[in-house]
């Protein structure tokens, strides 16, 4: 297999899988054999309407940015990886010049490339080229799928850090899926006392308070209601009055951090709330500088990467794939897997 | 003059001057007698209203609770000054035990005594007492007035603090009344690089560029137009429009402080936006452990409390000082001078 | 039993069990019947000594500042608790009115009363007077050790907290005495990512590997010494060495947190790495708003209390009990029983 | 003149002036030819001793390193600058991709490249190439000399916010060479209370008091006597005595910042204080960040840049600028125009 197999988007819900070139290395890229790839919930957006807000999908797409791999081939400059070492890759690679790269807030830069964000093409394909530095280690005890889903983890955990989450804090997730899992069992790893996980899907819940979670199910209740108080809110469903209930169950100088993001580009908040209690509103962007920490968690067994993935496909099964939350709302994440013939594990 | 000329709030618009008792001293109260007080938006509030919020005036309250004055007694455990010593009055004294105030948040505090707020009566007497350590000395250089305008210069203050305003910052401020300017003019005391305010009002946009601003009138444009770009937002009109203009005019990882209360308790922001550059959008209510610092910003000159006085009133007056706004919308700040038959100085 | 049985110290290395008065109790305090009283090295220090660098014994004192109990009476004004209630105390209560109490620094109270601190009476005694804000309700999988071993449960979480600890984060503990150990397992429960912990005692080392630590025998190495890095040294043992050997062992921006109290009132310190890496130097005293999240990290198992107690005296043994460690080097923490005759639980 | 005349350092104490090759271009740099260049302490100690520590002159260096200048040619990407443009060139170029880098601790990249820094030579020349993102802008009401002390005022700034200097902070400076003066003008500017710089050296002394510092001569008293308390000591003279004096003038949680660099890379301080009063001790390691705000701060007259210049001198006699503060004590800031023949301006 020399080519680079790769699942292409050419237009909304119209996916071929097709030979495209092998990448072409920079200097200190390396080259990666794609082995297990999420897909995350923007891929399926992509797929399903040819857009996200003002990324619109004009030529035709790889998608796919949750991936780990092995090092096929280096770049002349590259060395900080050797042919045949298994890396996790951190999708977006920002310039390390503008004023957000030298403030550290490198996922604000404006001239990122992001992999499966128009026009950048992602990592649903045989073969990725990166650069080293965004090529993570994988450690032996991590498989590939986690490798894959130190992306989702890095989401939750950059979260959890926006909303200081440390031990003795109560936190509020609102929306189960792999997000709002992965916050969860983040937000325990860093000391959180109570973790309260609500959504509508049983068996969502139920994964959420088999790793450590209260939970509640939204149709018989909500936060705030029964007296319930948090510190920090984790909004990971995109829903607006998830996002208006959370704020009013904050203490005093309590973060809501807004991950999920809605259909609507506004939203309605108790500002007088907001105000009295001087609540701290922020979102989240991708992330920054977690990939070694969120390593360090997976690895050390307090977060469980492998026990979200409910679905699997071979790359000529990619559509499926992104199908897969649709046919199933109990899919908690689904895989692809571009270079080994769709066997899995 | 011995006893406690005061002016009473018994209905919406019915203010009765009267004596009143002389307050009662806790042991390390001590009393001052009123030289100066400031009237503020919420003092006008209630006359005009009987409520705020959640909080109403059911039984006859005393307004105002930006005032400084003269120590006339001490309570019986009373060291921190001597009679005879002039005083600014820091209007709320927390419970110093919750867990607001264990954390350093005693503006937070829900058992704070504030005067002013019902049932708690302000400074729109002759005689009021409190606790010593919220009794701050006044400088020689710093007259009644200022004395009593560091309340609402602690208000812009703290707005900067929140908003993380330091050397280089560019900051937005929407509204020019008095928490506005001060807020504008701390701004510049602690180095930010441009400072630009907006208003309607052409006096208080004069003041405000007299003291080292930029400014806009909001009918000629709009904060965000014609590329206007600012790290931290401190919204001082209450006016939802200005905030959602302020938040769009923000840079990737800009503050968005909510210094105004407007009349509805919720806002429309837009919310995409926040999550996008991930800005923070958070309140202020009242401040701690800003009047050390107010005192040295005034002291030194670097902000003008004595300039945004523009009408004065006698005790017997207080009313005509409530109505002055209204009656004249340049007015900036009236003052009330409880103790000397109005003369002011 | 009605009276006040009192270990007190009379002059160094001379207790003597007396009866003493019962506590009177302020407005919003509680009485407690003390159940378990842990030693630390200041009691031992105190009663081999007579002082503690400026604090010095100059009347009988009774020691003991690591309690728990169960509320016997309340004073006038005291809601928090009921009679019967199981607390454990927290045992420096501040003024709640000066400049390091309103900055949320209660520890740095220069007004603290603090327990067995001259010449402030502690808790090797059967009745203990507290406000009731300082006792914390204990919940019911927590063992009245647990309850007294918060304390140093809070010295570590607070150097925790000072050394900024997070998922990800390297750390250094240097000395295995019960502070040591407490802040290594709470860096753990904060999602470090590596914890090592120096010491000499084999025993002690035992322990820390059994909670989750790397380990490192001071004689056959040094931090820093083959390549060893961190993130965060807490420095647990007073010894210079093992304070400049951490030092060296930082990454760039790098926190040193001193919480051991060695002989000398100075420190030779490697001052150009510390300017070259923009390390932070630190050192905590005691610590604020630790109490609630160290019931949490306790009553989740995050973090084993009970496992630290070695040895066990009844209130007429305190004298013993002060000696244990010297008796005997393994020991890791040894409580005292004042209110049931000496049979421990 | 079209070559690139400099004064290069061959040996200690021996400085020719020579014709060098103009440099290579990278893509996105510009080349700039030096206007003037500001002496620092740094080139005097190369100069003296041929290294700085580990930093060892092995093959011919050009020093100097705060410099101003005019863009005359432009790489092939560069588009930040036009040819004819004024810059300040910020020094120090970080690779951007390195874990320091990452985090917006640029200043820590150890694969930065620094001008005369061996063996990255300076700006003693009358051509110098940098990264057009570190050439900054020169606004026309700041003059050349004051564009090449943005350098050392990037390190007052910087220095200032590792100190946390905002409204109401009391600052203690040791040292008044160039970057004290410039440190107590910055705390000033970001509102500190009171700022009291100590030094010997009478004509410095007086500068910083002519700009808005106290003063003391450390002859005659020293930081801490009297009673003299402050929030944040920013150590610039490299003194031990004045480090430890200083840290003892520091209120409860205080922050000393180590700017100046003395000749020992040890130092003894009272730990014991330090963790009493749980003070911050750090060091600053050049600057990240600073020169928009340090532009801003100078173009609005708030910082005095050419004022501290006190010695002029052409590019042939730079060997005299680097004696000119060992000839002089007084001269506070030496500076050399490599390009007009040394008229000044």
Partial sequence: MSGNRAAVLHAPRTIRVEDRPVPRLGPRDVLVEVRAVGVCGSDVHYYE????GRYEVV???????????VVVDLGPEARAHSVGDRVALEPGVPCGRCRECRAGRYNLCPYVHFLATPPHDGAFARLVA???DFAHALPEMLSDEAGALLEPLSV??????????TAGTDVLVTGAGPIGQLAAQTALALGARRVLVTDLEPRRLAFAQAHGAETMDVREGFPGARGT???????CSGNENALVDGIRALRPAGRAVCVGMGPDVQATVPLAVIQERELVLTGTFRYANTYPAAIALAA????DLDGLVSARFDLE????????????????????????GGSGR
Same sequence: chains 1, 2, 3, 4.
């Fill in 317 to 340: 099964s990619t559509e499926r794939a992104l199908r897969a939350m649709h046919d199933d709302p109990g899919t908690i994440k689904a895989m692809v897997y571009p270079s080994d």
């Fill in 59 to 69: 030529s035709p797409l790889v998608l796919g940015h949750e991936a780990s791999g």
């Fill in 49 to 52: 309407h040819g857009r996200i």
């Fill in 156 to 165: 939750g955990l950059w979260a959890c850090w926006k909303g200081q989450v």
């Fill in 130 to 132: 990166i650069h080293e």
């Fill in 229 to 235: 108080e948090a510190d920090v809110l984790l909004e």
């Fill in 300 to 303: 050390s067994g307090r977060v």
